[in-house]
C-alpha cells in the first residue's frame, strides 16, 4: 500500500490567516492526488483533485500543488466555515489511501 | 442533485457478518467510468477506503481485508452491497458509500452517502 502521511497533525490558525498543510506519499503518485474537508458529524467533502484541480462549486481560497511524492493544500485567507479536518488522499493506485488527517481549528 | 444512502444494521454481534446496502437513486452504475466505494471511519480516526466497484463490475478491494470483504452492484435497483466477515470491535465505525462520476478521472470520490454507525459488541 502506498503510505501517506500529512503534517502537521494540527494546526490552530485565525480567520483571515493563510494556512498551508502538506501531504506526502511513500513513493510516487504523479498528480494522483485529492483533498478533503470534513466537518464533524459530516461526510467528507472533495475540495481538490488531481493535486491542483478545483472542485466545482469550492472557493477559489482552496489551492493545491505538487506531484510526485510531494504535496500542499493552501488556504488563503481563512474563513470560520473553513475550521474542519482536512484529508489527503491517493488515486494512483489500489488500495486508495487516505491521510491521517490534519485538524485546523480557531487560534 | 446526487444523493447516496446507507442502510445496514447499527449493531452487530463479533463474528457476525456485516451487510451494508448503499442506494443511490439518481445515477446508473452501468454509465461508463462510474463507480461506487465503500469507506469507513472509527470514532474519532482517520478514514479507510475499503473497496470499489466500477461500472464494468471490474472489483477492487483493501488488501488489509480482502479476505473478509465482498461488494457487487445491482444495476437495476442502483445498489451496491458490502459484505464484511468476522466482524470485530476494531471494525466499529461510520461505514461511508461514495460515488465516483463518469466525470471525475481515477478514484476521485465526489458525492458520498451520510454514513451510516455500525458499533459491533457482544
Known amino acids: 500500500d502506498i503510505q501517506m502521511t500529512q503534517s502537521p497533525s494540527s494546526v490552530s490558525a485565525s480567520v483571515g490567516d493563510r494556512v498551508t498543510i502538506t501531504c506526502r506519499a511513500s513513493?510516487?503518485?504523479?498528480?494522483?492526488l485529492a483533498w478533503y474537508q470534513q466537518k464533524p458529524g459530516t461526510a467528507p467533502k472533495l475540495l481538490i483533485y488531481s493535486a491542483s484541480t478545483l472542485q466545482s462549486g469550492v472557493p477559489s481560497r482552496f489551492s493545491g500543488s505538487g506531484s510526485g511524492t510531494d504535496f500542499t493544500l493552501t488556504i488563503s485567507g481563512l474563513q470560520p466555515e473553513d475550521f474542519a479536518t482536512y484529508y489527503c488522499?491517493?488515486?494512483?493506485?489500489?488500495?486508495?489511501?487516505f491521510g491521517q488527517g490534519t485538524r485546523l481549528d480557531n487560534k | 442533485q446526487i444523493t447516496l444512502k446507507e442502510s445496514g444494521p447499527t449493531l452487530v454481534k463479533p463474528t457476525q457478518t456485516l451487510t451494508l446496502t448503499c442506494t443511490f437513486p439518481?445515477?446508473?452504475?452501468?454509465?461508463?467510468?462510474?463507480?461506487v466505494g465503500w469507506i469507513r471511519q472509527p470514532p474519532g480516526k482517520a478514514l479507510e477506503w475499503l473497496a470499489a466497484?466500477?461500472?464494468?463490475?471490474?472489483?477492487h478491494y483493501s488488501p488489509s481485508l480482502k479476505s473478509r470483504l465482498s461488494i457487487t452492484k445491482d444495476t437495476s435497483k442502483n445498489q451496491v452491497v458490502l459484505t464484511m466477515t468476522n466482524m470485530d470491535p476494531v471494525d466499529t465505525g461510520t461505514y461511508y458509500c461514495?460515488?465516483?462520476?463518469?466525470?471525475?478521472?481515477?478514484?476521485?470520490?465526489?458525492?458520498w452517502g451520510q454514513g451510516t454507525l455500525v458499533t459491533v459488541s457482544s
Open positions: 466497484i466500477y461500472w464494468n463490475d471490474d472489483k
Open positions: 488522499q491517493q488515486a494512483d493506485s489500489f488500495p486508495a489511501t
Open positions: 513513493q510516487g503518485i504523479s498528480s494522483w
Open positions: 439518481e445515477f446508473s452504475l452501468s454509465t461508463s467510468n462510474a463507480a
Open positions: 461514495a460515488h465516483r462520476p463518469h466525470t471525475l478521472p481515477r478514484g476521485y470520490f465526489q458525492y
